[in-house]
């Protein structure tokens, strides 16, 4: 998951959208240790996320966008416009006004004069408002890149099921096999073999739920990018690589680097620009005309020439740059509010990924294993008759029960780290 092009970058996106977004790559990259599957066509993290940076229509809107600022730019940067006026007096009306001989024509070319450089502020406003987009492009892309990671992680846990799933139709064919020939012995009774078939329908059944869930993720995965039909036949990635995690507080001290909370910069600077084009605005623009009026009656042409300055401007401006001060305060606080909604979102995915890790761990070195044992000493005592159906079943049950639950553990770890690398803009050690 990358966001940078400079120098040395190993996922090009955006054309060089921010800088700040470079933990993407390497979580791309490292997060997941690829395997190699015998499968028509793979996809890795890495890929899906050029996929979706390239095609996403939410990234797509920011084209218009900048468009309509270059646009406005152009208005922003003109200079005031001329006009050409025309007016015609004393003609048409009664007695010696009835005809056109006592006519006065005046032809004449007016402007204003923009006060308090009001044109460098249009411009700089303008320029920030196309800063700020870029900074609300930055968080639309990181948050895209965090749902295709997590959605990546569902379709990686998916596979992972399927295969558990498998295994437990084994298992219970194995089961079929075992009490079958008990039954043929005279050791079990003819429903303990109805139960075991039972149980290998209902198997058969989870197997063709987690086909499904896995190929409706896939799609929901393949849909942010656009695409109406799954390409790939699965995913790449080890299930369980976590990388290491900082300590809480030096992970909270890298949330400003989120391009969440440094949007408040590109949009503070945008307030600032307000304040400065409504302050010009104190500066009363001066209008000017200068011309030539005709008499027709005297056979006379004359000069003309005007000027006209609005006044009180200050005081009827002064509401405008009040508004403007209080919304450049709000930011400020609007950012702080923002840090400490971003923080207990970090300490709730610190707190989640370390027992998530702490569940797998224990799960993977001790729990699993002695449960499989007691599975192989179970299985071989039933067939003895030293223990019952109830025991053998439950003693594959609960190694299948362990085995999700390994699983989950395992997809809720890597979500979390995907969490606190997007809160963090950074990715997690190896």
Known sequence: MALNTCAHRKIVILRCVTPRLKYIAFLALSLFTFNVYAFEKQLNLQEAIQQTLKHNPE???????????????QTASLNPSYELELEAENFAGSGEFSAF???????????????????????????NSRALLTAEKEVIALNLMAQVTEKYV??????QRVILADNALKLAQETLEIVSQ???????????????????????????????RLEYLKLSLAAFWGENSVTFSEVQGDLF?????????????????NPAIQIYASEQRLKEAEIRLAKTEVNANIKWSVGVRRSQ????TALVAGFSLPLFAEKRNSGAIASALAERDQVAIEKEATKLRFRNHLLRAYSNRKQAILTVNSLKQSVIPMLEDALE???????????????????RQELLNARRTLIDAASAALIYG?????????????
């Open 59 to 73: 990234l797509k809107i920011f084209n218009f966008k900048q468009t309509a600022l270059t646009g406005r730019e």
């Open 101 to 127: 001989d006592s006519a006065e024509l005046t032809i004449a070319l007016s402007s204003v004069i923009e006060m308090g450089d009001k044109r460098s502020a249009r411009i700089g406003l303008v320029s």
């Open 154 to 159: 569902e379709v990686l846990a998916a596979q």
């Open 182 to 212: 008990r039954n043929r012995a005279g050791a079990t009774p003819e429903a303990e073999v109805k139960r075991s078939k039972a149980v290998i329908a209902q198997a058969n059944l989870t197997v063709q739920s987690e086909r499904k």
């Open 241 to 257: 690589q976590f990388g290491n995690d900082s300590d809480f507080n030096t992970l909270f001290a890298k949330l400003e680097k």
């Open 297 to 300: 009656e005297a056979n006379d």
């Open 377 to 395: 000493d179970t299985q071989d005592a039933y067939q003895k008759g030293r223990y019952g159906y109830l025991d053998y079943v439950s003693a």
């Open 418 to 430: 995907a969490e606190i690398e997007k809160l963090t803009n950074e990715a997690l050690s190896l």
